[in-house]
């Protein structure tokens, strides 16, 4: 079981940095790969970035590679998504997901956050 809970969405502009956090609860979380994935309108979930439990295996969509990082914390049960040079196009709602397999699919992650809306005017 695992709880997750995204923050620090915002309205930013184009060029401009967000840290996306995700504090997760559950017996097992700091065993759980995590991943942050998003939703923009009309358009399917996609993966956006994923982290094994250690953190030391990490992946980025290519459409963020270079932009965005990913991290997490054990010590504070949190995973962070570090987004730089923002852009217009990275408006969505942004996901986290937990569980206990790593991957880079949304079928991968049983456990879900409410998400948090990302908006990036130009």
């Known amino acids: 079981q695992a709880h997750l809970v995204e923050s620090g969405g915002g309205l930013v502009q184009a060029g401009d940095s967000l840290r996306l956090s995700c504090e997760a609860s559950g017996r097992w979380i700091r065993t759980y790969a995590m991943g942050w994935f998003r939703q923009g309108p009309g358009q399917k979930r996609q993966f956006v970035a994923a982290?094994?439990?250690?953190?030391?295996?990490?992946h980025h969509s290519d459409s963020v590679k270079g932009r965005f990082t990913i991290s997490r914390d054990n010590a504070k049960n949190t995973g962070y998504l570090q987004m730089d040079s923002l852009k217009p196009e990275d408006t969505a709602v942004y996901y986290c997901?937990?569980?206990?397999?790593?991957?880079?699919?949304?079928?991968?992650?049983?456990?879900w956050g409410q998400g948090t809306q990302v908006t990036v005017s130009s």
């Open positions: 982290i094994n439990w250690s953190g030391g295996v990490t």
């Open positions: 997901a937990a569980d206990r397999t790593y991957g880079t699919s949304s079928r991968d992650f049983g456990y």
